[in-house]
């Protein structure tokens, strides 16, 4: 069965899209994977593909919700690696009724219809609680959580991890850690904040770290891969190392137990 990880902060800029990117690319080149775009702003669609597409998210929830069985065609990007495109009309669900009634419902049965297709499926999650995020929430095996240093507090991480909790879920969803992205080694902060993170959240924080670099950004605006865009490029190995460490970590930490030892952990320390 595939395996479906949703990469996912509440902070933004913190380099969720070019994580889904990176790891897709780096993934499609062993995998079968499918991305699929769950933010209105659809910078991971615009990232692979530069048209509109008329089978989006967006389309394929409104047929669902119409009761119909849509005929579901991710885009291909190259022969491993499909995408669903997102849609900025997703935005317009958040306050449709039947969406918040059925919203997990409906992205059941989109996920039941294709895993059998991929290895991986990655999710581009908007920064928002909203019902996209919480009805995807309860169909999909694993989050992980990008950061930068400059944004990351460990009591923001935690209220994360809690909120991730509250949500119903079909199974046990995974936890495969925190990573620090845009990070500066040489900077004495940066080094400070991860050290800290270290200690306090153990092996929920990756050791591999993606380090600040503009090519990200210019990979990103010609649709490239950071991995095409420059042979030499110091944080593509980053990104290649960073997606071998998450295979690595699937099914290793329940979020539930996770969320347990954090609480007990407080409830000593008081």
């Known amino acids: ?21 990176s790891l897709a690319h780096s993934w499609s080149r062993s995998f079968k994977v499918l991305v699929i775009d769950c933010d ?23 047929e669902f919700l119409h009761n119909e069985q849509p005929d579901i065609q991710p885009l291909e990007i190259h022969q491993y ?7 900025y009309r ?32 990655l999710l581009d999650f908007p920064t928002h609680f909203g019902v996209t995020v919480k009805s995807f929430l309860a169909n999909i095996n694993s989050i992980l959580i990008p950061a930068t240093p400059g944004s990351f507090s460990v009591a ?21 850690g925190i990573f620090f992205n845009q990070y500066r080694k040489q900077t004495l902060f940066h080094q400070k904040i991860a050290r800290e993170a270290e200690q306090q959240l153990g092996n929920l924080i990756l050791d591999q770290r993606v380090r600040e670099s503009i090519r990200v950004s210019e990979a990103n605006e010609q649709n490239e891969s950071v991995y095409a865009f420059t042979n030499q490029s110091a944080v593509a190995e980053d990104f290649l190392k960073l997606s071998e460490e998450v295979i690595e970590r699937i099914n290793r930490l329940n979020l ?15």
């Open 1 to 21: 069965m595939s395996q479906s990880i949703a990469v996912y902060n509440f902070k933004g800029g913190v380099g969720k899209t070019s994580t889904v990117l």
């Open 40 to 62: 209105p702003q659809a910078n991971l669609t615009q990232a692979l593909t530069d048209s509109d597409h008329h089978h989006s998210l967006f389309s394929l929830t409104k």
């Open 256 to 270: 539930a137990e996770v969320v347990e030892k954090l609480q007990k952990q407080e409830v000593q320390t008081r």
């Open 90 to 121: 997703m935005a317009e669900m958040e306050s449709n009724t039947q969406f918040i009634s059925f919203g997990h419902i409906i992205f059941y049965k989109l996920l039941s219809a294709i895993r059998h297709n991929y290895d991986f499926i």
């Open 81 to 87: 690696l499909h995408l669903i495109p997102g849609d």
């Open 156 to 176: 923001g991480f935690k209220k994360l991890l809690t909120y991730l909790q509250s949500v119903n879920h079909e199974h046990a969803l995974q936890i495969l």
